[in-house]
């Protein structure tokens, strides 16, 4: 669904591009390197798959564990300054090469359509065609997929419909 929000950007890359993902959210790599250092002090004995920073979730924090290689029975105070600064990065600056879409229908979405520009919201009714109104997807309206789309057209069809 997140793709939803880049689509027409993924459109014009013809979906080949790098995607950088900061599971950290919007954290720099100083403060997450303080805080895994924190964690090492605080957690040294403790198996680095048991301490999960972050509030990632655990299949994730154990993917980017094995993405390291680090093995399931590495301890914190052993991961090293070394290791500690490949966690950071990977944390902070993970990247993934895309390289086309595939064949699953559940990665579509919908976007295009009239301008809303073009469109008096508050009739439905173009700007340019008088008497031509526009409700639904032949709007250029994105809505993430699961019922957003839906609401859109319900909404607009109910305004174009209540024409005097």
């Known amino acids: 669904k997140l793709s939803s929000f880049g689509a027409r950007d993924f459109h014009d890359m013809d979906y080949e591009f790098k995607a950088l993902v900061n599971w950290t959210g919007d954290r720099p790599e100083q403060e ?3 805080l895994l250092k924190d964690i090492e002090a605080e957690h040294g004995k ?3 798959p048991n301490v999960n920073p972050f509030g990632l979730p655990n ?3 154990n993917f980017l564990i094995d993405k390291l290689e680090l093995g399931d029975a590495m301890i914190w105070q052993n991961l090293g300054k070394k290791n500690i600064n490949r966690l950071v990065h990977l944390l902070t ?10 064949t699953f229908k559940e990665e579509f979405v919908t976007c295009g359509g009239i301008s809303l520009l ?3 919201m508050k009739t439905m009714e173009s700007r340019k065609s008088p008497d031509l109104y526009f409700a639904g997807e032949v709007l250029d309206i994105d809505g993430v997929t699961g019922g957003f ?3 859109a057209a319900w909404t607009t069809g109910y305004i174009a419909g209540k024409l005097k």
Do not use: P
């Not at 600056?93 to 595939?102: I, P, R």
């Open 93 to 102: 600056n993970d990247e993934y090469q895309v390289q086309g879409k595939t």
């Open 118 to 120: 073009d469109v008096d």
């Open 59 to 61: 299949r994730l924090w």
């Open 46 to 48: 403790k198996k680095i």
């Open 32 to 34: 997450v390197r303080s």
């Open 149 to 151: 789309n839906f609401q």
